[in-house]
Nanobody, 131 residues
């Protein structure tokens, strides 16, 4: 049974920080890319950041570059999203998702993340940034 469990959301003031965690199970972690996606009220879901579990290559949406950092602990099958300098426009439900990618490929990682072409999705965690 594939499971992706996101946690770490909450309420934070603008300028603050949060760290999201995505615990994965039920698949070979090293063969997958893991990503964070978000959906704000009334908006479409968008790719925030993705990481290749096998070689650590990463993708970030322009809106979060320099503020968010994605990392992977392969021993724990867990991916983290460190979010700093949070803005009210970062308010959304954040989801983690996984896509099979046995051979690391930065362009494929970008396409998977931007097009939300993921194989498995977890339930979201709400991040609210107050102004």
């Amino acid at each position: 049974d594939v499971q992706l469990q996101a946690s770490g959301g909450g309420l934070v003031q603008a300028g603050g920080s949060l760290r999201l965690s995505c615990a994965a199970s039920g698949f070979t972690f090293d063969d997958y890319a893991i990503g964070w996606f978000r959906q704000a009220p009334g908006k479409e879901r968008e790719g925030v950041s993705c990481i290749s579990s096998s070689d650590g290559s990463t993708y970030y949406a322009d809106s979060v570059k320099g503020r968010f950092t994605i990392s992977s602990d392969n021993a724990k099958n867990t991916v983290y999203l460190q979010m700093n300098s949070l803005k009210p426009e970062d308010t959304a439900v954040y989801y983690c998702a996984a896509a099979r990618m046995r051979v690391p490929n930065v362009l494929l990682l970008l396409r998977l993340c931007r097009a939300l072409r993921m194989d498995y999705w977890g339930k979201g965690t709400l991040v609210t940034v107050s102004s």
